[in-house]
């Protein structure tokens, strides 16, 4: 005789905080103008932080290289890069190996 097999349901809720984001600029291997901050980056962050932080430590004639993130795409990041004198080149999606700031949050403990 078979033996009916009790499952037991259980439901769990999921969720997922990302906190202490990182954005950066790396110069001669050296950090320039970092921001810390609690959540998950988007497009009005990113902008504010090019606009307040960025573009005063950014020299003319400089490359401001950016992977495929969908916030460092917006027209308003690349006229303020652009408005200092720089250009902005943007990675092939999925080469972070290509990135220059990988190496430097490799090589950073928080």
Not at 77 to 84: N, R
Request: proline share 5%.
């Amino acid at each position: 005789m078979e033996q009916k097999r009790n499952s037991c349901k259980q439901q769990k809720e999921w969720y997922y905080e990302r906190t202490n984001i990182i954005a950066g600029y790396v110069n001669n291997n050296k950090s320039i103008a970092p921001m810390i901050f609690n959540g998950a980056c988007n497009t009005r962050l990113f902008e504010a932080w090019v606009q307040q932080v960025l573009i005063n430590e950014l020299k003319p004639a400089q490359f401001v290289v950016m992977d495929n993130a969908a916030f460092h795409k917006s027209k308003k990041t690349k006229e303020l890069i652009e408005s200092v004198g720089c250009k902005v080149i943007f990675l092939p999606p999925y080469s972070p190996d290509l990135n220059p700031i990988e190496k430097f949050w490799a090589n950073m403990k928080l």
